[in-house]
């Protein structure tokens, strides 16, 4: 069993920023990558921003020239990974889900919502 707990969700304002963090437990031994997925209302869901376990990181199509390398960061040895986010727009409201993937299976958490609205 692998269980993912996002927290750091909710309202701010365009122009404002979030930091979102998930925390994985359970069987990972073999966690290959973890990362940040959101689906907007009407919407796939889509690729917001993933590391590896080696540090390599990947931006979704929607995030490039907005997002940069430091956006993604983890911390091994407490198994989280955190996703810093600023100058939000109205277009990032979804509910953002944190992936795990460990031995090519995905994992997902319940999903935290983020809300960008004046």
């Known amino acids: 069993q692998v269980q993912l707990v996002e927290s750091g969700g909710g309202l701010v304002q365009p122009g404002g920023s979030l930091r979102l963090s998930c925390a994985a437990s359970?069987?990972?031994?073999?966690?290959?990558?973890m990362g940040w997925y959101r689906q907007a209302p009407g919407k796939q869901r889509e690729l917001v921003a993933a590391?590896?376990?080696?540090?390599?990181?990947?931006?979704?199509d929607s995030m490039q020239g907005r997002f940069t390398i430091s956006n993604i960061s983890k911390d091994n040895a407490k198994n989280l990974v955190y996703l810093q986010m600023n100058s939000l727009k109205p277009e990032d409201t979804a509910v953002y889900y944190c992936?795990?993937?460990?031995?090519?299976?995905?994992?997902w958490g319940q999903g935290t919502q983020v809300t960008v609205s004046a």
């Open positions: 992936n795990a993937v460990i031995v090519k299976s995905d994992y």
């Open positions: 359970g069987s990972i031994f073999s966690l290959n990558a």
């Open positions: 590391i590896t376990s080696a540090g390599s990181t990947n931006y979704g």
